[in-house]
């Protein structure tokens, strides 16, 4: 549902781990152990140099993807501006392909990521709700 807290407290922690400070390690860690999990996805990376994550092309690559994220999570309370931002988001990943179940698994992914990084203080279900509305908006 993602209703309207869940999307303050889903704001609110992301905000926490994906700061300007920290966004660089984030992204490695996050990336790092999706890739190790998913060795058959490093073939979608081959264009960023997936081979080798410490890369300059897929680092820059991590962060974009997160960053975009970034972008909707930070629009999750304006919605003609989400709504649009989603509308953008599905064409790009429908252009390349994308398969619907690889959001499946890079918000479980995601959410694991951030269950490390939050510990107690992370709201699994409002993540799940609102990670869920969002990848409803993207997927082909």
Do not use: M
């Not at 073939?43 to 993807?65: C, D, K, M, W």
């Not at 510990?119 to 869920?132: K, M, P």
């Amino acid at each position: 549902e993602c209703d309207v807290l869940e999307r303050f407290k889903v704001k609110h922690q992301w905000q926490t781990v994906f700061s300007e400070a920290h966004r660089t390690e984030f992204s490695l860690h996050f990336w790092k152990e999706f890739l190790h999990d998913h060795p058959s996805l490093v073939e979608l990376f081959t264009r960023v140099n997936g081979a080798n994550i410490y890369s300059p092309e897929f680092q820059a690559h991590g962060i974009r993807v997160l960053a975009g994220l970034d972008s909707v999570i930070g629009v999750l309370d304006e919605i003609p501006t989400l709504t649009v931002q989603l509308a953008h988001l599905k064409a790009q990943h429908t252009e390349r392909g994308t398969k619907p179940e690889y959001f499946d698994l890079f918000g479980k992914h995601l959410a694991s990521h951030l269950g490390d990084e939050l510990g107690t203080h992370f709201d699994y279900a409002a993540f799940r709700d609102c990670y869920d509305f969002i990848a409803s908006g993207i997927k082909p």
